[in-house]
């Protein structure tokens, strides 16, 4: 079993940027594929990036591609998202997810661990 804790969230202008950071406990963190996840008033939560257990081979929705960039320290165990050039659009309570084994990188179903989420707010 895994915690997840987020943390780096905050209140940022358009075309400004945020680290946010997930720290997991337990020994066996690198053997878990890492997400995140969004979810806005109103909507359903949302695939934002994921990474393999290894960090080899990274998986963005379309809207983040070029803005966000997803890491992952095992000797640390954290998982980081970078945002920059962030939109008001991006706003939304940023989720850590995990899970041994995934087949579909962008379903939430396949996460097992979910951290409590940190809000991010971006004004226009």
């Known amino acids: 079993q895994v915690q997840l804790v987020e943390s780096g969230g905050g209140l940022v202008q358009a075309g400004g940027s945020l680290r946010l950071s997930c720290a997991a406990s337990g020994r066996t963190f690198s053997s878990y594929v890492m997400g995140w996840f969004r979810q806005a008033p109103g909507k359903e939560r949302g695939f934002v990036a994921a990474i393999t257990w290894s960090g080899g081979r990274t998986y963005y929705t379309d809207s983040v591609k070029g803005r966000f960039t997803i890491s992952r320290d095992n000797a640390k165990n954290t998982v980081y998202l970078q945002m920059n050039s962030l939109k008001p659009e991006d706003t939304a309570v940023y989720y850590c997810?995990?899970?041994?084994?995934?087949?579909?990188?962008?379903?939430?179903?396949?996460?097992?661990?979910w951290g409590q989420g940190t809000q991010v707010t971006v004004s226009s």
């Open positions: 997810a995990a899970n041994h084994y995934v087949t579909d990188y962008y379903s939430p179903s396949e996460y097992e661990y």
